[in-house]
């Protein structure tokens, strides 16, 4: 099992930054892809952006493209989300998940999320 836990989100004005971190613990053995996640209230959950085992691909949502960045720090398991140029349409929470590098876009662990709102 591997356990993730989300932080970093918090309330910040519209044009602001944020960056949100996930630690990863438990069994992680060898490599996953990454993601983060967000869903906002009476929406459907949808892929922010992804990371690839290798760190060598990502792809992001183009409503954060140019704005959002996904990088992993292999020492600490972490895997970080950098948010610029934040909007009120970025309010959501936010998740972070692993799934295996053999299956991309497969995620099987999860965050608890983490809350993200952005004030206008």
């Known amino acids: 099992q591997v356990q993730l836990v989300e932080s970093g989100g918090g309330l910040v004005q519209a044009g602001g930054s944020l960056r949100l971190s996930c630690a990863a613990s438990?069994?992680?053995?060898?490599?996953?892809?990454k993601a983060w996640f967000r869903q906002a209230p009476e929406k459907e959950r949808e892929v922010v952006a992804e990371?690839?085992?290798?760190?060598?691909?990502?792809n992001y949502a183009d409503s954060v493209k140019g704005r959002f960045t996904i990088s992993r720090d292999n020492a600490k398991n972490t895997v970080y989300l950098q948010m610029n140029n934040l909007k009120p349409e970025d309010t959501a929470v936010y998740y972070c998940?692993?799934?295996?590098?053999?299956?991309?876009?497969?995620?099987?662990?999860w965050g608890q999320g983490t809350q993200v709102t952005v004030s206008s």
């Open positions: 998940a692993y799934g295996p590098p053999t299956t991309p876009r497969r995620y099987i662990y």
């Open positions: 438990g069994q992680i053995f060898g490599s996953f892809n």
């Open positions: 990371i690839s085992w290798s760190g060598t691909s990502t």
